[in-house]
């Protein structure tokens, strides 16, 4: 076995694989770019070595310098995780070359599969079922169209160098056929190079079925099942699952056993994944294999029991695989769900910035034991690659962390799933978390009705308007608030009533006015949402010794602190307990109470609005200090510049007039009462013109 490997990747992959590897004793040496400089993966392993600048190019797809790395490191294997350079045969073989063992497939094998042309050419020679379409090498546009014209509509038309959903187009009749492979083969010159297209029959509501596969330098080939891969947006997955829903053992055999001739048939080595697109009746056809780890291995880790990852390093090392095909389990049920730096509303754009706050579920760390075999699977696993204080960067894929739950069936599964979504709390950034839940909960996704136009067809479900904040998210807000307003314990002015914001006054109850208005991320540059209320949302407090009467203006609630600890907080509502945690940026205040994420920005300058206030609202005391007049009560109609209180403080007076006509909805305070900087003194409404 190695002992020190370097690995040529980043994010979660490189983490993932420096922990088996260093479970297994193996030391890890670490590469990196400019803005990787404290990135987890760099941290996580016992050496780093830096490659160069942001950009992908001249750093994590800069072969010479990692083999060049690798060198100096004395790393003897160089594991490339998946993306970047994983599936790049010239750098297989500079590994090779520099005496480095490539943990994956030969050269060759790489090769073979890397057009999706020539794959589908070997795989008709070795009997693997093929969707109708066309994948030879005569590439005039009045041959293809002649082709499509055959194969019958709609076709996709798909880049023979393609990946990650690029470079596909749909026709839906011969008079768009031209201008879409134009298009196509733009997008594929640009992307990958290489204008070389196929054409494929484009199935409707099919199924993407994709079965592992492991194959040693001993002849032994298995596979590892299946993962449903349906769930997908522009053809890249969402959601994996396995075991795939209503999968028969006959038909798992029927894939397994293709996808092993598959791989037979290019010499494969290591871990690999055959792609099959099937349709509703079962039936399945060969689309590409991918050469390299897959990012939705761990589900089937979880449901084999397996460390894909050790058994890549074993497999490079030259020794024979760990089981045969029989000795394979098919335990429970697996979901994954990829966490995205990225805004659903719109159109699932990447969203950079630094991630603020990260609480992760409270998961089972990933341990496997020293065989390779884990035992019972955590039930919870997160993948990550970031920490709270990271940056999701432009230069790189915004994938937060891969959330993985396993149950004793799909059930089981996808309630855990649910809750850990919940229990996901991500601030900085927009993520793809909320969809995911509604994904998750959403009928089609549930009852297991599959295909990978899901998404597409549950829009509207899937991507509603925005909803109003819940009032516990309100409540916990302004708990939090008013709790951060008490002086800390032990301070100079603990104990002075004076200077203590926390409510308690020498004469009698004190009233206060809190607004807050939907925040929707609005302060970050990605996110410009409107609002859904224009209007505020009001919430009247009054202070008792160990709490408040909350009056949101339907219902007056009692609310009370419970226990708070840091961001967590407990409140009493009514007579509810409700637990959250509320993130405070200055006057945005993120709420996590219920498995939702409610941002709300404090409106300070609502309950300091005093003349300027337009929507109505309160009329504010502009500094501390003692109320010497009250000259308005409530319900008296009132005409713009009446002197509604008069206030005294640093021995003058000063008079709180109305900023228009209007209405005085409530008088807050009485004569002699002392009020706070910016207490609301009156709530006033504006005469409706
Ligand atoms: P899968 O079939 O497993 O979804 P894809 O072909 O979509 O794999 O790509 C694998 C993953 O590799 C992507 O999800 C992405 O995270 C990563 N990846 C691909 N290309 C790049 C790249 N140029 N830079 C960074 N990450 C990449
Ligand atoms: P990539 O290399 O980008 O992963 P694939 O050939 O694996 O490309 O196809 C990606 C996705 O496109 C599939 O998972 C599936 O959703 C869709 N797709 C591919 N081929 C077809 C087809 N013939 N009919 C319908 N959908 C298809
Ligand atoms: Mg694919």
């Avoid at 910035?353 to 019972?376: I, K, N, Q, Y």
């Avoid at 408040?548 to 407990?570: F, I, P, S, V």
């Avoid at 409700?578 to 006057?587: D, I, L, P």
């Avoid at 709180?656 to 003194?681: E, H, M």
Wanted: charged share 20%; net charge negative; aromatic share 6%.
């Amino acid at each position: 076995m190695f002992t020190k490997i370097l690995i040529a990747n980043r994010g979660e992959i490189a983490c993932r694989v420096a922990a088996t590897a260093r479970r297994m004793g193996i030391q890890t040496v670490a590469v990196y770019s400019d803005a990787d400089a404290n990135a987890k993966h760099v941290v996580v392993c016992d050496e780093a070595v830096l490659i160069g600048p942001a950009p992908a190019k001249e750093s994590y797809l800069c072969a010479e310098r990692i083999v060049a790395a690798a060198l100096a490191t004395g790393a003897q294997a160089v594991h490339p995780g998946y993306g970047f350079l994983s599936e790049n045969a010239a750098f297989a073989e500079a590994c090779a070359a520099a005496g480095l063992v490539f943990i994956g497939p030969p050269a060759a094998s790489m090769r073979a599969m890397g057009s999706k042309s020539a794959a589908k050419a070997l795989m008709e020679g070795a009997d693997v079922p093929l969707v109708p379409g066309y994948h030879g090498d005569e590439q005039d546009p009045d041959f293809l169209q002649l082709q499509a014209d055959r194969i019958g509509y709609p076709v996709l038309l798909k880049a023979s160098a393609g990946g990650g959903g690029k470079g596909m187009r749909v026709v839906e009749n011969t008079a768009d056929f031209k201008a879409a492979l134009a298009s196509c083969q733009r997008e594929a010159i640009n992307a990958f190079g290489d204008d070389q297209v196929l054409i494929e029959k484009y199935l409707e509501r099919p199924r993407h079925i994709e079965i592992q596969v492991f194959a040693d330098t001993h002849g032994n080939c298995v596979y590892l099942h299946e993962r449903d891969c349906s769930v997908q947006r522009r053809h890249q997955k969402v959601l994996e699952e396995a075991p795939a829903p209503g999968m028969t053992p006959e038909r798992r055999a029927a894939m397994g056993q293709a996808a092993v001739a598959a791989a037979k048939a290019v010499g494969y080595v290591g871990a690999g994944t055959v792609e099959f697109i099937a349709n509703q009746d079962g039936s399945f056809y060969f689309m590409e294999m991918n050469t390299r780890l897959q990012v939705e291995h761990p589900v089937t880790e979880m449901i084999t029991g397996t460390d894909l990852v050790a058994w890549q390093l074993q497999v490079a090392a030259g020794a024979q695989l760990p089981c045969g095909q029989g000795e394979l389990a098919l335990r429970g049920h697996a979901i994954e769900a990829r966490i995205y730096a990225e805004n659903p509303d719109k159109g699932f754009l990447p969203s950079i910035g630094t991630l603020r706050h990260l609480a992760l579920p409270a998961a089972v760390a990933f341990e496997v034991g020293a065989s390779g075999a884990v035992g019972t699977p955590a039930p919870v696993r997160i993948d990550a690659g970031v920490r709270t204080g990271d940056a999701i960067s432009p230069y790189y894929d915004p994938m937060i962390a891969k959330l993985i739950v396993w149950g004793a069936d799909r059930a089981e599964a996808l309630a855990r799933m649910t809750q850990a979504l919940g229990q996901f709390h991500v601030v900085g950034l927009s993520t793809n978390i909320a969809f995911l839940q509604r994904l998750v909960a959403g009928a089609a996704f549930a009852g297991a009705d599959l295909d990978t136009g899901l998404i597409e067809r549950h829009g509207a479900t899937l991507l509603p308007p925005p909803q109003a904040a819940p009032a516990a998210a309100l409540a916990l807000a302004a708990v939090a608030l008013m709790d951060d307003e008490k002086p800390p314990a032990g301070s100079t002015a603990a104990g002075d009533p004076w200077s203590d914001a926390g409510g308690w006054r020498l004469n009698g109850a004190w009233r206060r006015q809190l607004a807050f208005t939907d925040a929707y991320t609005n302060r970050y540059a990605d996110e410009q949402r409107t609002q859904v209320h224009s209007d505020a949302y009001r919430l009247r407090l009054r202070y008792h010794a160990d709490g408040w009467d909350l009056h949101d203006g339907a219902a007056e609630t009692r609310l009370a602190l419970a226990a708070r600890d840091g961001a967590r907080l407990t409140i009493r509502l009514g007579g509810a307990a409700v637990h959250g945690s509320v993130y405070r940026e200055g006057a945005l205040f993120h709420v996590f109470t219920g498995g939702l994420h409610s941002m709300l920005t404090y409106q300070d300058r609502l309950a300091h609005a005093g003349a300027h206030e337009h929507a109505g609202g309160a009329l504010t005391a502009p500094m501390p200090g003692k109320v010497v007049a009250v000259l308005a009560s409530a319900g008296q109609q009132v005409k713009k510049g009446d002197a509604l209180v008069i206030m005294e403080a640093m021995k003058m007076e000063h008079t709180i007039a109305a900023p228009s006509d209007g209405r005085v909805a409530d008088v807050l305070y009485q004569v002699g009462d002392q009020v706070a900087d910016g207490a609301p003194l009156l709530a006033f409404e504006i005469q409706a013109s």
